[in-house]
């Protein structure tokens, strides 16, 4: 139906950003505020907080780790129990520096991400930050009917039981 089964509303200080998986929990970023939250995955109860610096424009595991991106061309991983930072990669498309990179989606090790305010889907490799697939989406935007300023991809959803990708978009 597309109607949601649980809610948890954000205090309107607050523009939740990402949200990713953890054991348990689901564990969420803000856009400007520097605040991350968790909640129980089984009734979406909040059980915490955190800080990050910085914005926070998408999150997803890959392996052990939470990968953070925040518009620049740099994704940050962090330890999920204690969000202390681990390292950081630099994304890069050949020998460029990728920015805008945005909403976060793990596919069988590999991070794809949108590029914000493009039609473009990218494969990093979470090792070296490289870029090594790159889907343009630019018929699918145009299939929706807008080619206005808002009208852009925004968000990606995997889902590993039928191996289907969905992209969706503001």
């Known amino acids: 139906s597309g109607q949601p089964l649980k809610t948890q509303p954000l205090s309107e200080q607050h523009f939740g950003e990402g949200i990713t998986r953890w054991g348990d929990q689901i564990i969420g970023v803000t856009w400007r505020s520097g605040t991350g939250y968790r909640w129980r995955l089984k009734d979406l109860k909040p059980i915490g907080q955190f800080r990050y610096e910085g914005e926070g424009w998408g999150v997803t595991m890959v392996g052990d780790s939470l990968a953070l991106s925040d518009g620049t061309s740099t994704l940050r991983f962090f330890d999920p129990a204690t969000m202390t930072e681990q390292r950081r990669v630099q994304v890069s498309l050949g020998e460029r520096p990728l920015t805008m990179i945005n909403e976060l989606e793990t596919i069988d090790g590999k991070i794809w991400a ?41 968000g990606i959803a995997w889902d590993a039981t039928k191996k289907r990708l969905f992209v969706t978009g503001k």
């Open 114 to 154: 949108n590029v914000w305010m493009s039609d473009v889907v990218v494969r990093i490799d979470p090792a070296t930050g490289a870029v090594d697939q790159l889907v343009n989406f630019a018929g699918l935007r145009a299939k929706a009917g807008g080619l206005g300023h808002d009208m852009v991809l925004n």
